[in-house]
Antibody, heavy 117, light 107 residues
Framework: EVQLLESGGGLVQPGGSLRLSCAAS????????LSWVRQAPGKRLEWVSA????????FYAYSVRGRFTISRDNSKNTLYLQMNSLRAEDTGVYYC??????????WGQGTLVTVSS | EIVLTQSPATLSLSPGERATLSCRAS??????LGWYQKKRGQAPRLLIY???NRATGIPARFSGSGSGTDFTLTISSLEPEDFAVYYC?????????FGQGTKLEIK
């Protein structure tokens, strides 16, 4: 069974940093592009970042470019999102998702990030 | 970026009834439109991809149609487990974007 499990969320002050992890199992990790998608309270889902299976290509939403860094360790079947210079508008649930036929399938359960003083 | 607008915001129906959810794109997305179901506290689940293809394990009561800018998700006969929030998503243009969601609630 394909599973994705996020961790690393929590409460952080504005301007602070946080690193999210997504542990994968049940599939050949290195063959798939993986993405981070977030949802702020009461808002629509927002794609944040993606990384190709080899790690050679990365993509970012304009809203996080220069502040967030996506990475992966294929030996550990884990995807990461390093989030720096956090803002209140970065608050939300962060999901990792595998890209299957360029669609997000499946998704993890999500980890909550709260940016507040 | 492409903006997706879903309607209605809330749909109140009873089990056994037919549900019709709409998604309109601000630009032509060809057939690159998908639908996700999200229940409270759970991960989103892909239902339909490329307008009309059911994802693995999705029951036949879920179907999708449309092209260009107007798309529809139809649930032919609602089961109790279908009451959730539904999101459309386009992958025609970067970045991928989502609609604001339709909440399907029990009447």
């Amino acid at each position: 069974e394909v599973q994705l499990l996020e961790s690393g969320g929590g409460l952080v002050q504005p301007g602070g940093s946080l690193r999210l992890s997504c542990a994968a199992s049940g599939f050949t990790f290195s063959r798939y592009t993986l993405s981070w998608v977030r949802q702020a309270p009461g808002k629509r889902l927002e794609w944040v970042s993606a990384m190709s299976g080899s790690g050679g290509s990365t993509f970012y939403a304009y809203s996080v470019r220069g502040r967030f860094t996506i990475s992966r360790d294929n030996s550990k079947n884990t995807l990461y999102l390093q989030m720096n210079s956090l803002r209140a508008e970065d608050t939300g649930v962060y999901y990792c998702a595998r890209e299957e036929r360029a669609w997000f399938d499946p998704w993890g359960q999500g980890t909550l990030v709260t940016v507040s003083s | 970026e492409i903006v997706l607008t879903q309607s209605p915001a809330t749909l109140s129906l009873s089990p056994g009834e037919r549900a019709t959810l709409s998604c309109r794109a601000s630009q032509n997305v060809s057939s690159y439109l998908g639908w996700y179901q999200k229940k409270r506290g759970q991960a989103p689940r892909l239902l339909i991809y490329d307008t009309s293809n059911r994802a693995t394990g999705i029951p036949a009561r879920f179907s999708g149609s449309g092209s260009g800018t107007d798309f529809t998700l139809t649930i032919s006969s609602l089961e109790p487990e279908d009451f959730a929030v539904y999101y459309c998503q386009q992958r025609s243009n970067w970045p991928p974007t989502f609609g604001q969601g339709t909440k399907l609630e029990i009447k």
